[in-house]
């Protein structure tokens, strides 16, 4: 059972244009949620989060947007560099009193020079 | 130390040997999770630990899979007899365990290969 899905595998964007990567969730339990970036040879690293108790998050030229009643987030890369080519996970804290998080599968963004 | 670390970087043995690997959290950090990454898919949740007990082992795949924490810091994922579908990078993460505390920082993993 995928509770958060990324459906789409692959994104190519020129650069300076906008990225655009979705995720979609199940579990209406969920209330935070966090991207993170993984590049080549390398873990994740955390990239931005968002509270179900917002419904956007904006930090420098990344910004994350939560639709709670379509259980939908979207991270946006405005403009997107070459730099930010690299896997991209959605996340979200499963229930069960502690802290254990779920990942997508991943969307793997390249930015075209 | 500044990060997690995990050791080896890399392994490759042969099928039917057993691995162990390695794993050193932010110090501080009272919560431990490992998980996998096979080729082409996503991030596949192990074990967690807090402190040193293991409240969720659901994620291990096999019994061939076992895994401890001492001390409450380092933790050792041991995997027997391997089989070449257990050829993946293992992530090891940390978090400080609190409230709030949910963001995981990752190490850069261990890229086993059993040929």
């Known amino acids: 059972d995928q509770q958060v899905k990324q459906n789409s595998p692959s994104l190519s964007v020129q650069e300076g244009r906008i990225s655009i990567l979705n995720c979609d969730y199940t579990?209406?339990?969920?209330?935070?949620f966090l991207w993170y970036k993984k590049y080549p040879a390398e873990g994740p690293t955390f990239l931005i989060s968002i509270s179900s108790i917002k419904d956007k998050n904006e930090d420098g030229r990344f910004t994350v947007f939560l639709n709670k009643s379509a259980k939908h987030l979207s991270l946006h890369i405005v403009p997107s560099q070459p730099g930010d080519s690299a896997v991209y996970f959605c996340a979200a804290p499963r229930s069960g009193g502690y802290q254990k998080v779920t990942f997508g599968i991943g969307t793997k963004l390249q930015v075209i020079p | 130390g500044a990060g997690v670390s995990q050791s080896p970087s890399n392994k490759v043995t042969e099928k039917g040997k057993d691995v162990e690997l390695r794993c050193d959290p932010i110090s501080g950090h009272t919560a431990l999770y490992w998980y996998r990454q096979s080729l082409g898919q996503g991030l596949e949740f192990l074990i967690y630990?807090?402190?040193?007990?293991?409240?969720?082992k659901s994620g291990l795949p096999s019994d061939r899979f076992s895994a401890e924490r001492t001390g409450g810091s380092v933790s050792t994922l041991t995997i027997q007899r391997t089989q070449q579908e257990d050829s993946a990078v293992y992530l090891c993460?940390?978090?400080?365990?609190?409230?709030?505390?949910?963001?995981?920082?990752f190490g850069p993993g261990t890229r086993l290969l059993v040929l």
């Open positions: 630990f807090q402190g040193n007990s293991a409240p969720d």
């Open positions: 993460a940390s978090s400080s365990g609190l409230a709030g505390g949910e963001t995981q920082y």
């Open positions: 579990n209406s339990m969920f209330d935070y």
